[in-house]
């Protein structure tokens, strides 16, 4: 399982870039074209897991549901100040999805809060509130390898 992550923090347009990207509203299964030329069947989950309170097993089983070979999604650089053990940081979802077998293939981080992980696939794009949406869609799908 490939998976394409845009983190950041309150209002940073993570949502909204991630529609832009995917045509998807909520969630939904996606053909997504890569630059490199062929596809994959993506699974797109537009809400901050831990903004829907949504457990990383919990996700991971969602998404082996959907039998696709990619997924997409956004998260907070920070855990759910309601409940940090059951919707840890970034970095505690990442580790949940490697632990299941998956590669983080690409990381977005969107907004000028000082991320810090250290992945490896990890760009930064701070200018998104500054910028039209459609450019700032354009430069992430460029970074994830996508059409």
């Given at each position: 399982m490939d998976a394409y992550l845009l983190i950041g923090?309150?209002?940073t347009r993570k949502s909204t870039l991630l529609r832009c990207l995917t045509g998807c509203f909520n969630r939904s299964v996606r053909?997504?074209?890569l630059l490199r030329g062929g596809s994959v069947k993506l699974y797109a989950r537009v809400a901050a897991l831990q903004a829907s309170r949504t457990e990383p097993a919990e996700f991971i089983a969602e998404?082996?549901?959907t039998r696709c070979n990619a997924v997409a999604l956004v998260l907070w650089p920070e855990?759910?100040?309601?409940?940090?053990k059951h919707y840890?940081?970034?970095?505690?979802y990442i580790e949940a999805f490697q632990a299941?077998?998956?590669k983080i293939a690409k990381v977005a981080a969107v907004g000028a809060h000082p991320l810090a992980l250290k992945q490896p696939g990890l760009a930064r794009f701070p200018n998104v509130l500054h910028q039209p949406i459609?450019?700032?869609a354009?430069?992430?799908?460029?970074?994830f390898g996508w059409r």
């Open positions: 923090g309150a209002h053909d997504i074209e998404v082996t549901a855990a759910n100040p309601l409940d940090a840890p940081d970034a970095q505690g299941a077998g998956w459609n450019s700032s354009q430069l992430i799908r460029a970074h």
